[in-house]
């Protein structure tokens, strides 16, 4: 029996029961827009990047469960519109400086907003007051540009054993914090090869000696738009 279908901006994507939208939409070569959702890891639902129309009403394309018929829009003016609020909304609560970032070009964060059009901040800017972690040996922690997805936060708990992050604080004072009597990465067991060290999709969690290796300019979305990269979005956190 061929797989059941729900319909995506008018086009058929067939599912296997059990799949998020999302899930299902990836796995078919389809970009939804989103930041917290990686396909190793249950859904977070929070960056609410990926919200989609799911027969007239809202809901997170991560969350989702796809059924048959079921009739989602995700590419339409509207929802981009708010995707692309949502963007300045992230761009101006934390310090994302792209040219000076080791990240730009393979910033999840960055792509997006291209993708959206987003070209400018828009609102005014925050500019809070964040430090940089740079105790640890063989990794560097520059919290400006976190973007609170928790995808560090459930790698170091699910997959290295180790809750080496945790998010402290509420509301705007909503702040990623280290897992360790002085607060600094140093005095964790983080090592760089933990999956927590290469799942950041910003600039927040870097290596140390490796800045610039590869120039920017000639990075996985210089190439091409993060749309047409859909298949790849498993290996996104890999590009340092
Ligand atoms: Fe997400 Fe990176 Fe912030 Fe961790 S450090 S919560 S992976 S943006
Ligand atoms: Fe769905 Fe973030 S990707 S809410």
Not at 55 to 67: K, L, M
Request: with cysteine; proline share 7%.
């Amino acid at each position: 029996m061929p797989d059941p279908c729900f319909s995506l901006d008018g086009e058929d994507v067939p599912f296997i029961p059990g799949e998020t939208v999302l899930q299902a939409a990836t796995r078919a070569g389809h970009y939804i827009p989103h930041l917290c959702w990686h396909p190793d890891f249950p859904a977070h639902g929070s960056c609410r990047l990926c919200s989609v129309k799911v027969d007239g009403r809202s809901g997170a394309a991560c969350t989702v469960r796809a059924a048959p018929g079921q009739e989602v829009q995700s590419n339409t003016e509207e929802l981009n519109g708010h995707r692309k609020t949502l963007l300045q909304m992230m761009f101006v609560e934390g310090n994302h400086f792209c040219p000076s970032c080791e990240k730009s070009g393979n910033c999840l964060l960055q792509a997006t907003a291209y993708q959206m059009g987003m070209e400018g901040p828009h609102f005014e800017e925050f500019y809070p007051d964040r430090p940089v972690d740079a105790s640890h040996p063989d990794i560097m922690l520059d919290f400006n540009r976190c973007i609170l997805c928790e995808l560090c936060v459930r790698a170091s708990h699910a997959v290295d054993g180790k809750d080496v992050f945790a998010i402290g604080g509420h509301g705007i004072g909503t702040h990623l914090l280290v897992n360790s009597e002085s607060g600094k990465l140093a005095d964790t067991t983080m090592t760089l090869d933990d999956r927590a060290a290469d799942i950041c999709p910003v600039g927040v969690i870097l290596p140390k000696r490796r800045g610039f290796v590869i120039p920017i300019g000639q990075r996985r979305y210089d190439a091409k738009p993060v749309s047409e990269q859909v298949q790849g979005a498993q290996s996104q956190d890999s590009v340092q």
